[in-house]
């Protein structure tokens, strides 16, 4: 079994952040959704202004998970909370352990920020995925429904504030 390692991101694994980010897309079937470029994760991860992590996992030196992450906050809790935005583990390095080590790392960073909660989102049809989060412990929000704006429907509600 190969030795792996845990680190931060640094501003020199931005590309290899981008292939691992393109891998899971691939798996998710949502290839065509991505558009970040390198570019674009140097400066939401590490300019002036981060707006999320990342923890790599490598092996022997090459990376082959990932986990990104950022805070929300709970008003009800008045706490700070983690938001795990992806989570991956390139396939030949499953079943070693490595997206388990991902979240305790994770779940570890939460505590140590006095964070109240550590959330995320699962494809409904990610059966595999689903029972890892479950075995883990963690349990399904199902009177929540995630909504969304993007596109064109965030810049009509945007342009709303002018009236």
Not at 15 to 40: D, G, N, S
Not at 95 to 100: E, N, S, T, V
Request: net charge negative; with cysteine.
């Amino acid at each position: 079994m190969p030795e792996v390692d845990l680190r931060f991101a640094q501003l020199d694994d931005v590309p290899a952040i981008m292939e691992l980010i393109r891998e899971l897309a691939e798996y998710e079937r949502l290839a065509h959704q991505v558009v970040a470029t390198e570019e674009i994760l140097r400066a939401s991860l590490f300019g002036e202004r981060p707006y999320a992590e990342a923890v790599l996992a490598l092996a022997e030196g090459e990376p082959v998970g990932f986990a990104l992450f950022f805070h929300n906050y709970s008003t009800f809790l008045g706490k700070p909370g983690i938001y795990l935005e992806d989570l991956f583990v390139r396939p030949h390095a499953r079943g070693l352990g490595i997206g388990k080590r991902l979240m305790a790392h994770v779940a570890g960073i939460a505590l140590e920020r006095g964070c109240g909660r550590f959330e995320w989102a699962v494809l409904d049809w990610n059966e595999p995925s689903i029972a890892f989060y479950e075995k883990l412990g963690a349990r399904a929000q199902t009177d929540w429904t995630v909504m969304r704006l993007s596109g064109e429907a965030l810049k009509d509600v945007s342009r709303a504030q002018n009236l």
